[in-house]
Structure formats: C-alpha cells, structure tokens
C-alpha cells in the first residue's frame, strides 16, 4: 500500500483480556519499528524487526508484550492479560533500508491504535 | 541516557504570527535531529531533519538549525497558518542503533 496501515484504529478491551494489533508496513520495506505513546507523551520504542527476525525487543515493559512478524511482511503486537497502563496509542513504523537505513533516515509511521484498558 | 527535551504546551498563535518551538538534547555521539508532525487522526510524519552540527533542516517554511554547542534543534517558522496547528515532536537518532528518542511533544493550534 501507499503508507503504514495499522488495525483496528482503536480497541476498547477488559482488564485482563488479550488484544492483537496488526500492522501493515509499506510493501517491500525490510525494517519495522513498534513504539508506545502514552497520553501526553513521546512515543516510545518497543522492538524492531528486519524482515522476519526480531533483532531488538529491549523496548517491551514486560512478558506480556510479543511480537511477530512471520513473513517478513505484516506485523502483529500482541498483550496478553492486559492492565490499564497498557493504555496507549501503539504506533508501527517502517523503512526501505535494513537496520532502518542511515542514522539520518527517517521512518514512515502509521496512525497508529489506541488501546483503551477498562 | 539519551534524551530529548522540548518545550511543554499548548502554544496557541494568531495566523502569521512566528512560531518557536524549543528543542535540546542529550545524547553521547553525534546524533541525527529530527522533527516530526502529527496531524489530527493521522500519524507521524517527517518534517525535517539535520545530521550534523551547523545544518539547517527546512521544509514547508519551517527550519531548525543543528546547534552542538547549546545542544539545541529549535523550530521556527516566520509566518504560521491555520493548516499548521498539529503536535510537533522533536526526536534524535543515534548513530548507533536504530531508535528514535523522541521528546513528549508541543501541541500548536492557530486561529484565524
């Protein structure tokens, strides 16, 4: 597609539920990025995947966050048992370049989910 | 650590007015600077960028000037408009690794 596409735009989900995000990264984009953004906040990295492989998960809070990326392709972030400080918006972010390219790259977003933990 | 810190808002401006919005950074290194826009429902987009000390990253009438000596990205533009109220985030890149530190962002509204 022509950008990032990520779904559902937003979710509502009861405290202890498991919830799915997905995202759809630009085709052929070989690097892909999963940050948090709480309320009022910058967002936040969570992990990066280079195609299939997932070379950096130092960002998730906790055993409860996982991604996959099977295919090299789409993306999924999954939490399970969620808790009310997972509310956030979950952005994903692409690029053409491995490793996202230069250190003066830029990354495509898109507009991200946000969870709601009731 | 790495860090980005950018002035808190709202920042609420008549049209035409000159919009600064402050930005300093803490990193080791010789980071890349950046400034992102996001619009209301939609997400991040790159606005410009500087990788080096001394560069101007300009686009759409703003600019912002890589200062190393005060650790500084400011963004400045000399004329606002109405299309330009979004919330703007300020971010670096390391030259190692591939993150984005982003600062907690400024919210901008014009009015007419």
């Known amino acids: ?118 | 650590g790495d860090s980005v810190t950018q002035m808190e808002g709202p920042v609420t401006l008549s049209e035409e007015a000159f919009l600064t919005i402050n930005c300093t950074y803490t990193a080791t290194g010789y980071p890349s600077l950046f400034w992102y826009v996001q619009y209301p429902g939609e997400g991040l987009q790159l606005l410009l960028k500087a990788t080096k000390a001394d560069d101007k990253g300009s686009n759409k009438g703003f600019e912002a000037t890589y200062r190393k000596e005060t650790t500084s990205f400011h963004l400045e533009k000399g004329s606002v408009q109405v299309s330009d109220s979004a919330v703007y985030f300020c971010a670096l890149r390391k030259n190692t690794g591939n993150q984005f530190y982003f600062g907690t962002g400024t919210s901008l509204t014009v009015i007419p």
């Open chain 1, 1 to 118: 597609g022509a950008g990032v596409s990520q779904s559902p735009r937003y979710k509502v989900a009861k405290r202890g539920q498991d919830v799915a995000l997905r995202c759809d990264p630009i085709s052929g984009h070989v690097s892909l990025f999963w940050y948090q953004q709480a309320l009022g906040q910058g967002p936040e990295f969570l992990t990066y995947f280079q195609n299939e492989a997932q070379l950096d998960k130092s960002g998730l809070p906790s055993d409860r966050f996982f991604a996959e990326r099977p295919e090299g392709s789409v993306s999924t972030l999954k939490i399970q048992r969620t808790q009310q400080e997972d509310s956030a918006v979950y952005l994903c972010a692409s690029s053409s370049r491995s490793g996202g390219g230069r250190v003066g790259d830029g990354y495509t977003f898109g507009s991200g989910t946000r969870l709601t933990v009731v």
